[in-house]
């Protein structure tokens, strides 16, 4: 396989400035014509020939300047076309087969209606071009269809003309006055419906806003659009970045690889990330949609005025436009008020996914660093490391320069780069120039992979009232793919409190400054080891490191069990607060998992349980706030902490952890379970779902009891009182777990009832999979019996990307003491999985792929059947995609 390297990059031997789009669509042929102005690129190497590239395409004709032209080449990869001049126009023509596209990448069908997808390559399956980010052209687009069967015709920019043509047939004409790549071009066919709204900018300038779906769910489109409008607001307030079309389109398609995308002014959305109503979506739904919404709108800046040179730089806009989307989330939630719980909880959920995601990706074989240095297939890297830990690299820059410079540093990146397709680098200029300082350092966290540990000693000396802490960077025994990119230490920004007796923090003086000022304060690390040293200090404190997660870091500090208790219960930055009670959890977890490995009898401390009780009964404490603290760390989080990982082992330690939870606080729970009920009309609100969160985390605590007829009565009343698909949601599982526990019927109950309710709601029924591929299986009936009965139920489609991930990924990934089965029966499930979508979808294959990527780390009965499985899927699959992820995975 074909290894493409970022220090190959060269800048393309041609430009093309315009493309004039025709398409005839139909589903079995469609016939695109495309009229490029091309001419050489003065900056580049004199080529002797156009190499355009494609896939899947059947050549009709070229004309070069209106002249039939006989020298063109068709070949695996693309065109080559001989004999051009310095400048000149080349049409081309040619077919593709939309619906037998079942990569979901290119032009395609679903559910009837025509959809595209061109990031990253996709656009080389609609027609030959220079297929690279940094050859940016000006678009019209022509579409012609059958009127009756594709009543709605939508393309980038504006509607420049349309009209009826004859044999039923009508077309729309589309221009994008803005240049773009070709990765943002978009087209959309079909009988879809829209809600619209006109609002008016800053600059008084009127807007059109459309959300487009199918009739079906025009019910479903209020919480996209608000989002939408949110979003625009956001924007301008917080970075100046006005909204540049007068059209600005997002479409819902039920057949999409990725969450969404952002072509310019044509966003095409996976259903998952736009349509909600109470009955059909959760909380989290809710706050999701919001955030891609965001997300594809800030590309419009982040990513789209300002593009990615090559796909090595997909960090510099996916890292920049996830801050941006987590920083909107965080003010929509919490307002301006920035010491508000709101901001700390969304910083808690992204660290957490960071935490479970991206440092098992950056302790695998697939270890990159945010900007790769090679890849096979560039689908492969739109990863957790390009998207969360780039986005925790954007932040630093905020956390090193404050809001006011990190917006001056955008301010210059656009003032110097709009228009253009740049790199990493230009970023980081940006901010280091508008901020005065050198961030010759910085570069690292973009050229090194692994996960940076921060080791720390103190020393407090009480006669001369200081307090030393020593902080010493390094990346412990990373893997082989990430050691071989590793120079040298990191600038890396590391937020301090001190902790007194009382509770309260110390005020900070650094030795050498004039007077104490703050109670938090950034040290730069910049040396391997480095000791920092508080003067007047008047007695031991308590350190609280890395606040807010103020780099991506793993902190190791010697914390006895009682200190983290006493963070847990003092801390004022409320990140670290959920931090002790998660390292007190880890810790207890783990060590509960060592004993049930050596099948020893479990036990759980006084102390554990009333450092819980604590948090579950102060009132002072949001309930969002509380859910996330007494939530106990994933199964697949506390594996990647063991020298090997044994998933059975885990299971048994954080079960018996939430039994104990559930029997010695079943009062406390029950109290709070009628405390945090939300009556009234549904309302997606931070407090609103906080109150639903903690609720149902105390139903499903509830569940865990040994006589689950409590949970049981609850669960089934809420079941059916419900008026929001939260509660319904947590209800099931509480009755599922309850299930697990001997109480079958009205589990099986529930599920038909929910199945019949929703049925056509296919984003509902993939939470109806989804469910049941995670629950909790037993001796008697293992969770992937029901898995493999499921794979042939009527309303199961592999060629549905949602459906696949709803059952399959699902089982996979969310259930890992199931998937793990001793017998190897759920690696072999996997292995069957990957080559069936390998044959339909790579890319979605590719992901299921990763599933066994850490197999290395797993115990060695585990670790052989892992690679048999692991072999088996080398040997058979056909795809680029799927074939570096296991080969990575076996080298
Ligand atoms: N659509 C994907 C995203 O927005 C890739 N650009 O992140
Ligand atoms: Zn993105």
């Known amino acids: 396989s074909t290894v493409i390297r970022r220090a190959d990059y060269t800048p393309p031997a041609f430009l093309i400035d315009s493309v004039a789009l025709e398409f005839d669509l139909a589903p079995a042929r469609t016939i695109v014509r495309n009229t ?48 051009v001049p310095e400048a000149f126009e080349l049409t081309l023509e040619s077919a593709c087969a939309p619906d037998q596209n079942t990569t979901l990448s290119g032009l395609y069908v679903s559910s009837g209606n025509f959809f595209t997808q061109c990031e990253a390559e996709g656009f080389r399956r609609i027609t030959y071009f220079l297929d690279r980010p940094d050859v940016m052209a000006s678009y019209t687009v022509t579409l012609r269809a059958d009127k009756a069967a594709y009543p709605v015709l939508l393309s980038n920019g504006n509607l420049v003309d349309s009209g009826d043509l004859p044999d039923g047939r009508h077309f729309a004409q589309w221009e994008d006055p803005f240049r773009k790549p070709s990765y943002l071009f978009a087209l959309v066919a079909g009988k879809l419906v829209a809600i619209e709204e006109q609002i008016t900018t800053g600059s008084g300038k009127e807007k059109l806003l459309q959300v487009w779906v199918e009739p079906a769910d025009l019910d479903k489109t209020r919480h996209a659009m608000d989002s939408l409008i949110h979003s625009i607001r956001w924007d301008e307030q917080r970075f100046g970045l006005k909204l540049d079309l007068d059209r600005f ?154 809001r006011d410079g990190f917006r001056k540093g955008m301010d210059l990146y656009f003032k110097r780069h709009d228009g253009q397709a740049v790199t990493c680098d230009d970023f980081r200029h940006a901010m280091a120039d508008a901020n005065g300082r050198d961030l010759a350092q910085f570069e690292r966290w973009y050229s090194q992979a692994g996960t940076p540990r921060v080791s720390v000693r103190t020393a407090y000396d009480a006669a001369a009232r200081r307090y030393t802490v020593t902080l010493a960077q390094g990346y412990g025994d990373a893997s082989p793919a990430a050691r071989e990119t590793q120079q040298g230490p990191l600038l890396i920004p590391f937020a301090i409190g001190l902790i007194g007796r009382d509770g309260r923090d110390l005020p900070l003086r650094l030795d050498g400054e004039a007077a104490a000022s703050g109670t938090t304060r950034v040290l730069d690390i910049t040396d391997t080891e480095q000791t920092f040293t508080f003067v007047d200090v008047p007695e031991q404190p308590l350190p609280s490191l890395l606040r807010n997660f103020s780099s991506p870091v793993i902190v190791e500090y010697d914390y006895s069990d009682d200190d983290l208790a ?44 009333a450092a819980f009780r604590r948090v579950l009964t102060d009132a002072n404490l949001s309930p969002a706030f509380r859910e996330l603290a007494l939530t106990l760390p994933s199964e697949t989080y506390l594996a990647d902490q063991m020298a090997e990982a044994d998933p059975a082992a885990v299971h048994r330690a954080r079960q018996f952890v939430r039994r104990q939870l559930a029997t010695a606080l079943r009062a406390d729970w029950l109290a709070a379970y009628e405390q945090h009920q939300t009556p009234g009309a549904y309302e997606p609100t931070p407090e609103a779902s906080g109150r639903r969160a903690l609720k149902n985390l105390a139903l499903a605590y509830l569940a865990e009891l040994d006589d689950p007829a409590d949970a049981v009565r609850v669960a089934s009343a809420q079941y059916d009182a419900s008026n929001n698909m939260t509660d319904r949601a947590a209800a099931l599982g509480a009755l599922l777990s309850a299930a697990a526990a001997g109480a079958n019927e009205p589990a099986e109950h529930a599920l038909d009832d929910f199945y019949r309710r929703f049925e056509k709601e296919a984003l509902v029924i993939d939470k109806w999979f989804a469910m049941q591929a995670a629950q909790r299986g037993t001796p008697a009936q293992p969770t992937l019996a029901k898995v493999r009965k499921l794979l042939a139920h009527p309303a199961f489609n592999l060629k549905n990307p949602n459906r696949a991930r709803s059952l399959i990924f699902s089982f996979c990934a969310a259930n890992p003491a199931q998937f793990h089965a001793a017998d190897g029966s759920g690696y072999a499930f996997w292995a069957e999985q990957v080559l069936a979508l390998d044959a339909i979808n790579p890319q979605v294959a590719a992901r299921l792929a990763r599933s066994l990527e850490l197999w290395r780390r797993f115990t060695p009965a585990l670790r052989d059947r892992m690679r048999d499985a692991l072999e088996q899927v080398a040997a058979g699959a056909k795809s680029r995609d799927v074939r570096e992820i296991v080969e990575k995975a076996l080298a």
């Not at 080529?47 to 059947?58: D, N, R, T, V």
């Not at 050549?59 to 076309?81: C, W």
């Not at 009955?279 to 800046?301: L, P, R």
């Open 36 to 83: 490029m102005r091309v001419r050489r690129n003065p900056d580049a190497a004199p080529a002797p020939h156009l190499e355009l590239l494609g896939e899947a395409l059947e050549v009709l004709g070229a004309r070069l300047d209106g002249a039939p032209h006989g020298a063109v080449r068709a070949h695996e990869h693309g065109l080559t076309v001989e004999n």
């Open 249 to 402: 389109m997002i479409v819902a398609v039920g057949d999409f690889n990725m969450g969404a995308m952002e072509n310019k002014g044509l966003n095409i959305f996976n259903t998952k990330y736009v349509l909600a109503n109470p009955e059909t979506a959760t909380d989290t739904d809710f706050a999701n949609i919001e955030s891609v919404v965001g997300h594809e709108y800030f590309h419009n800046w982040t990513g789209n005025r300002v593009t990615c040179r090559d796909w090595f730089q997909l960090s510099l806009k996916e890292g920049l436009t996830v801050f941006r989307d987590q920083e909107f989330s965080a003010d929509m939630a919490a307002g301006d008020d920035v010491a508000s719980t709101a901001r700390a909880v969304k910083r808690i959920e992204d660290v957490r996914v960071l935490r479970q995601l991206q440092f098992a990706e950056d302790a695998g074989p697939m270890a990159h660093p945010v900007r790769p240095e090679s890849y096979v297939e560039i689908n492969n890297f739109y990863t957790m490391t390009v998207y969360e830990k780039g986005s925790e690299v954007v932040r630093m820059y905020q956390t090193l320069f404050g």
């Open 566 to 609: 006493f963070l847990l219960a003092h801390d004022s930055d409320p990140f670290n607060r959920w931090e002790a009670g998660q390292r007190l959890a880890t810790r207890a977890l783990l060590t509960l998992a060592a004993r049930a490995a050596a099948n020893e009898p479990l036990t759980l401390g006084e102390n554990f349980i």
